[in-house]
């Protein structure tokens, strides 16, 4: 019987597919000229836009994280940034006034809000109503609803290079305690609380120039002392030193001072011109003496 034949060998040969050999590397090179050509696009926009949006743009590569609005920083979050003088106040002014307008209580308040032109600057007048909306009666602890206003107007003022007062009064009812507290701490207490809410939430730390404590010395309506309105806090923010405007109590005071350097110079003058008609004065009166001989010889 013979051998049974040898099973036949079968030889599988496998042809590699194109789909996984790459490693995706034309992915890499792609996305790379789509990232060029979309920095492409975002400078040829930027070159055609005003340039307050270029410096809106501008500050955000800056300050990405909006780290300016903290205190103790000088970069321009959003580059937005305006200095105060008298031909751009009513900027400003806009400019606060839309940022208060944000608040969420700003229909409640937005008759406790003044802002005036002085001869300092832009005054900013937050008003006390009876219930007290800034601050409880008697307290110079700020509420919720000054903290959050403080806030706001710390933001905007902390991008301006200008120097800002702040100011505290009261009405005219004596303050309820012992001797040793009166209204003159209390408005001063109250004015410095609000310079460390608002240096805590944008003021540069050498923005605030002064603290003043006026008590009741300067009523906002002098005619009804114990009216809730005068107690108030002001935020004066200055004009720039090149744009101070001069009062009219300045302007007498220079006159005076050049009055007085001028007034020793003419003195010498005087003195100069006296001196040389001496010897003609001397000469008159014995001129005069000669005179009534005339009626003797008559």
Do not use: C
Not at 105 to 113: L, Q, T, W, Y
Not at 212 to 229: F, H, I, N, V
Not at 252 to 276: L, M, N, Q, R, V
Request: aromatic share 6%.
């Amino acid at each position: 019987m013979s051998a049974p034949a040898p099973p036949p060998i079968i030889i599988i040969k496998k042809k590699g597919g194109h789909g996984g050999h790459h490693g995706g590397a034309w992915k890499v090179a792609y996305a790379d000229f789509v990232t060029a050509m979309m920095a492409l696009f975002i400078v040829l926009w930027l070159l055609n836009s005003s340039v307050e949006v270029q410096k809106a743009v501008a500050g955000y590569f800056r300050d990405p994280r909006g780290s300016s609005k903290k205190m103790g920083t000088a970069m321009g979050g959003n580059g937005d940034s305006i200095t105060i003088d008298r031909k751009n106040l009513s900027q400003l002014k806009d400019k606060l006034q839309q940022a208060i307008k944000q608040n969420p209580k700003f229909d409640k308040i937005k008759n406790n809000v003044e802002m005036t032109v002085t001869g300092e600057g832009l005054r900013i007048e937050l008003l006390e109503n009876a219930g007290g909306t800034f601050f409880d009666s008697g307290q110079a602890k700020p509420t919720e609803t000054a903290i959050k206003l403080l806030d706001e107007l710390a933001q905007e003022l902390g991008r301006m290079p200008n120097s800002v007062l702040i100011e505290g009064h009261t009405d005219s009812k004596p303050y309820s305690g012992n001797g040793e507290y009166s209204n003159w701490e209390l408005s001063a207490d109250r004015a410095n609380a609000a310079r460390k809410v608002m240096q805590e939430d944008g003021l540069r730390p050498d923005q605030v120039a002064q603290i003043r404590g006026y008590a009741d010395q300067q009523l906002r309506l002098p005619a009804k002392p114990e009216d809730p309105s005068n107690r108030r806090i002001s935020i004066i923010v200055r004009y720039t030193d090149g744009d101070l405007p001069v009062s009219k109590e300045d302007k007498e005071k220079d006159a005076k001072e050049d009055k007085s350097e001028k007034g020793p110079a003419k003195a010498e003058t005087g003195g100069d011109k006296a001196g040389a008609d001496k010897p003609a004065a001397s000469a008159k009166p014995a001129a005069a003496s000669a005179a009534p001989a005339k009626p003797a010889g008559h």
